[in-house]
């Protein structure tokens, strides 16, 4: 049987004084997911999240700012000490420290490079801080030094959640293969005990109302509690089967519990739980948020704070209302385009996990970004192109054939039905002349402005991502599997250009500064140019693997290139990238964001726009800012072997180590966990039959190394 071995590069941290060129236009006051929120006071709160992200707010959340934390890490977990000084933990072994409220943060030497989850301080001087692969460190003199604890920790065992009743006593959870993990301690983390709840759910957060009641919660709607000092644990009815992240005891008999999971049906779920009677009966919440919830905190029995995936949450009742205090909207957005320096567009919808989704959307600004307002006369299904000939006129195309054609700036749309697929993009060389490619090879033309539109001929049957024509009879149309055609004649023939360097990867966007040169975009880090108007193309180091979904040039020269991957700690990222010299030195930015970026468009030299999940909308006035150098890229690990790919039903594993014991994992393109096994063959056969059709990541952790490749359901 024929064997796939496919290599996932990824890249590290850069620069995040970069971030500053590029700012949050929406939702505002930014839009990374937050991982933990803590309040010092009343007022007073913190919340970290994606990308070395820290906001803080006066106000009680009304207003937030944000700091700058110098890391582009993504953090975890915060704490406060006192007024001023608190800490912040997050991936690579990062610790930050500020003495001044926030308004500087400054690293501190942690001695590991594992990636920590939580941290906790009993005191101004004493902390712990507990992470991936078993990482506990604590400190005695306010984070100068760090030690490791490494008593009964295995390298199996990720710790999420550290919490102290007290000096000495002590608890954190977390997972190993095959089983939750518990763990306490008397002794001021001198030594920790197992506790054994007998169960193999992944937990995730803990805390005590007291010297011996306590709550955990992880994955799968699982709620332990204790009344005994931890001795024992039982298991509480939750009634819900999402992943529960964070848990917080406002005192003995009221307790918190918030989390979320994916829905295959059309996007994620929030779930806030909350008891009265020490968890004897949890009820759900109405949180009106619609994706996962890391972390809750209270400041008093009413008062609470609640944040996750583009969503800030406070309640004043108790949570019986929360409200949310992120403002704008959190559609997905798949492209943006000005028709002048002012007036801009932004199209998208609600995610679709696999096929379509459910609702599209249309963001209109008049003032450069500063405002970005939902049109009324919204879609009913995604889109994924937008296209202005005019200040007035413009189009836009998507999910099911949809065709939308404005002629008043967005006031009204007038919509057509193609009877075609999914239509992924839109281009107009003139105001009358305009085309559409779509799923299929689909490729519609108009010759009057969208009153009619008529198929084409284009000889594949594979996808069209994109198109673009660099007059009224040369164009261009790139899509899957290393596809390409090019018509002379205004579509009356389209051929294959073969001398594209055989790339499986989609190809997913094409542009031209000039009719000679012209660059395309797709998977696996794929750039191509040409200089000779597209007779010949020849490839160009990226510097990454990471699938590229747009590309814009303002000039021949100068030009950026977004698209979506994963880091080092196989956290999800959004890329950029930019070039200054036609492209023979792609350099990365850091956008400040970790939101995959899925359209970047610039209106002028210096001032552009990148948008793309979670209603993201960034914006740069000074061309991006310096490039920072390339990311160091290297894949996660050795190749990880596994066949058939595709696969209908069943794949079998092949991993390095004889006997082999690893965790397998098996992840959708956002990142979400769908599917866990325990490997302990050298050879392992994984049913992905549950799977819906798509593509997924597949990782395989062996002791300190990280295996991952690419898995395609059919």
């Not at 704070?305 to 004043?316: E, N």
């Not at 003139?430 to 084409?456: E, P, R, S």
């Amino acid at each position: 049987m024929h064997k796939f071995y496919i290599l996932f590069a990824v890249f590290f941290s850069v620069n995040f004084a970069d971030a500053q060129n590029w700012h949050w236009q929406n939702p505002l006051p930014q839009g990374n997911p937050l991982h933990c929120v803590k309040y010092v006071d009343a007022n007073t709160g913190y919340a970290v999240g994606d990308v070395g992200t820290i906001l803080k707010t006066a106000s009680g959340g009304t207003n937030w700012t944000m700091q700058t934390s110098g890391t582009s890490f993504d953090l975890f977990s915060i704490c406060f000490t006192g007024p001023n000084t608190g800490y912040a933990v997050g991936d690579s072994g990062t610790i930050l420290k500020t003495t001044d409220g926030g308004n500087s943060w400054t690293p501190l030497a942690s001695g590991t490079v594992n990636g920590l989850r939580s941290i906790f301080f009993t005191d101004a001087n004493t902390g712990y801080a507990v992470g991936l692969f078993g990482t506990m460190l604590k400190t005695t003199n306010g984070g100068v030094g760090w030690i490791k604890l490494t008593s009964v920790f295995l390298d199996d065992t990720d710790l999420f959640s550290v919490y102290f009743i007290n000096a000495n006593i002590g608890y954190v959870v977390g997972a190993g293969y095959w089983r939750g993990a518990i763990y306490k301690t008397t002794n001021g983390g001198a030594y920790w005990v197992p506790q054994g709840p007998g169960m193999y759910h992944t937990l995730f957060s803990v805390c005590f109302t007291g010297a011996n009641t306590g709550f955990a919660v992880g994955d799968s709607g699982i709620i332990l509690k204790t009344v005994n000092g931890g001795s024992s644990w039982t298991k509480q009815l939750s009634g819900t089967a999402d992943r529960l992240n964070s848990v917080y005891c406002v005192d003995a008999n009221t307790v918190y519990a918030v989390g979320g999971s994916v829905d295959y049906g059309g996007g994620d779920t929030a779930i806030i739980m909350k008891t009265t009677n020490g968890g004897a009966q949890w009820s759900n919440q109405a949180s009106g948020a619609s994706t996962p919830v890391y972390s809750v905190y209270f400041t008093d029995t009413n008062t609470g704070y609640a944040v996750g995936v583009g969503a800030m949450l406070k309640t004043t009742n108790g949570g019986a209302q929360w409200t949310n205090q992120t403002s704008g909207a959190l559609y997905t957005l798949n492209s943006v385009y000005f028709a002048d320096a002012n007036t801009g567009y932004a199209v998208g919808g609600t995610r679709e996990v696999f096929s379509y989704g459910t609702k599209g959307v249309i963001l209109k600004t008049t003032n450069g970004g500063n405002l970005w307002t939902i049109q009324t006369h919204g879609p009913l299904h995604p889109l994924y192109s937008v296209y202005f000939t005019s200040a007035d006129t413009g189009y836009a195309v998507g999910s099911l054939g949809t065709i939308l054609k404005t002629t008043d700036g967005c006031a009204t749309w007038t919509m057509w039905t193609s009877n075609s697929g999914k239509l992924n993009s839109v281009y107009f060389p003139t105001a009358n002349t305009g085309y559409i490619v779509g799923d299929g090879g689909i490729i519609l033309k108009t010759t009057d402005g969208g009153a009619v539109w008529t198929f084409q001929s284009s000889g594949i049957n594979s996808d069209l991502q994109s198109v673009f024509f660099i007059n009224a009879e040369m164009g261009f149309a790139v899509g899957c599997y290393g596809g390409m055609l090019k018509t002379t004649n205004g579509g009356a023939i389209w051929g294959r250009v073969d001398s594209i360097q055989g790339n499986y990867y989609c190809a997913s966007s094409v542009f031209f500064p000039d009719p000679d040169t012209g660059y395309m975009v797709g998977g696996n880090g794929t750039i191509l140019k040409t200089t000779n108007g597209g007779s010949l193309w020849t490839s160009q180091n990226s510097g990454t693997s990471m699938e590229l979904f747009s590309v814009h040039f303002t000039d021949a020269n100068t030009g950026f290139a977004v698209g979506r991957g994963y880091d080092a700690n196989y956290n999800r990222r959004g890329i950029m990238l930019k070039t200054t010299n036609g492209g023979d030195l792609w350099t990365i930015q850091n956008p400040g964001t970790s939101n995959f970026l899925y359209a970047v468009y610039f209106p002028g030299a210096d001032t552009g726009y990148t948008v793309g999940e979670t209603g993201t909308i960034l914006k740069t006035i000074n061309g991006g800012g310096y490039a920072v150098g390339l990311p160091d890229v290297r894949p996660v690990s050795d190749f990880l072997n596994f066949y058939p790919n595709p696969s209908t039903d069943k794949i079998t594993i092949e991993t390095s180590e004889t006997p082999a014991r690893g965790q397998l994992s098996i992840l959708n393109l956002t990142g979400r966990k769908l599917l866990q096994q325990t490997i302990t063959n050298p050879s392992a056969q994984i049913d992905i039959s549950a799977l819906p059709v798509g593509m997924y990541i597949v990782k395989l952790r062996e002791g300190k190394s990280v295996h991952v490749g690419k898995l395609i359901k059919e």
